[in-house]
């Protein structure tokens, strides 16, 4: 597995545990194992995703690239759950964008 791979794929589950800890807070410790295992495999997935071997651009069209895999990603969590985390959602594009912009930094 390339480097590239390995650093998404564990920022993926680093960003995925914060926002666990935020999904926990904000349903005042009641969401469901399912629940939280599903937003945090998300995370993962991202990861996965952002860490393909994409080419490189400019620093800017790298974040609107992980800001759109982001948004692409979380859409997919957002739907299933019957549109009812909002700020899970926005998390994910911005997640993608700290991914792309760490990986791009670490790439140099």
Known sequence: MKRRMKVALVGGALLGFL?????????D??????????????RVIL???????????GRRKVLFRGALLGLLISFAFYSSTGFQDPISFVAGIVYGMILEGWLSRSEK
């Open 19 to 27: 926002c666990v800890v935020g999904a926990y807070i904000r349903s």
């Open 29 to 42: 410790f009641t969401a469901s194992p399912t629940f939280v295992f599903s937003l945090w495999y998300n």
């Open 47 to 57: 990861g996965l995703v952002v860490g393909a071997p994409w080419v490189e651009k």
